[in-house]
């Protein structure tokens, strides 16, 4: 089983719709959890990060983590077309266990349409 | 740019050359790494180095050879590629190798072996 699984899509939206992404992991020392935007040509750029479980709200973005059923989500609201990229999930355990190492999902490759 | 430089953006070569990618930061970071891109797989960790000392070699062949002179500089020396060794390969840093978090990425130079 691989550590964490992400649907690559690809998801095609229309414009101010609401995007939901999301991942699940194999692994309960996971304890940071993260979302990279990564553009054509570009390398990932961090987009919200979130410790153990709860919400994280940015703007149009919220980030949910469920650690009892080892399930994200990454949350986009009033899409634009500005946010057609390609989304990753990460998470790493705490500092020691893993050294920082970064586990990635595929990829959900998104666009959003005018 | 990001803070994370890596030339060249694109690079093809034969199967019996020799070449060298260059990642250059100017973010102060400590931890620097080797990541592989290939379509429709997860980004895969291919080394780290924490203040110029190699940490990880995640099973890496050996046609790939690291080499970080300084804080500041990572090189992935190349020899002997096979067609499959085509993807992205991207270079990150961030302050210490902890929590995972604060990756910066490069943009990633375009491997294209033939």
């Known amino acids: 089983q691989k550590e964490v699984e992400q649907d690559p899509g690809p998801l095609s939206v229309p414009e101010g719709a609401i995007v939901s992404l999301n991942c699940t992991y194999s692994?309960?020392?996971?304890?940071?959890f993260m979302w990279y935007r990564q553009y054509s040509r570009k390398g990932p750029e961090l987009l919200m990060y979130?410790?153990?479980?709860g919400n994280k709200e940015d703007g149009r973005f919220t980030a949910q983590v469920d650690k009892s059923s080892k399930y994200i989500s990454l949350f986009i609201r009033d899409s634009q077309p500005s946010d057609s990229a390609t989304y990753l999930c990460?998470?790493?355990?705490?500092?020691?266990?893993?050294?920082?190492?970064?586990?990635f999902g595929r990829g959900t490759q998104l666009t959003v349409w005018p | 740019e990001t803070g994370v430089t890596q030339t060249p953006r694109h690079l093809v070569m034969g199967m019996t050359n020799k070449k060298s990618l260059k990642c250059e930061q100017h973010?102060?970071?400590?931890?620097m790494y080797w990541y592989k891109q290939s379509a429709k797989k997860p980004l895969e960790l291919m080394f780290v180095?924490?203040?110029?000392?190699?940490?990880e070699n995640n099973s890496v062949p050996s046609r790939f050879s690291p080499e970080c002179p300084n804080s500041s500089h990572l090189f992935l020396h190349l020899h002997t590629l096979q067609p499959e060794d085509s993807a992205l390969y991207l270079c990150?840093?961030?302050?210490?190798?902890?929590?995972?978090?604060?990756?910066?990425f490069g943009s990633g130079t375009r491997l294209t072996v033939v």
């Open positions: 990150a840093s961030s302050q210490d190798i902890g929590s995972g978090l604060g990756y910066t």
């Open positions: 692994n309960s020392a996971f304890q940071y």
């Open positions: 979130t410790y153990s479980s």
């Open positions: 990460a998470m790493s355990a705490d500092r020691g266990s893993t050294l920082g190492r970064l586990y």
């Open positions: 973010l102060g970071h400590n931890a």
């Open positions: 180095y924490s203040l110029e000392e190699r940490v």
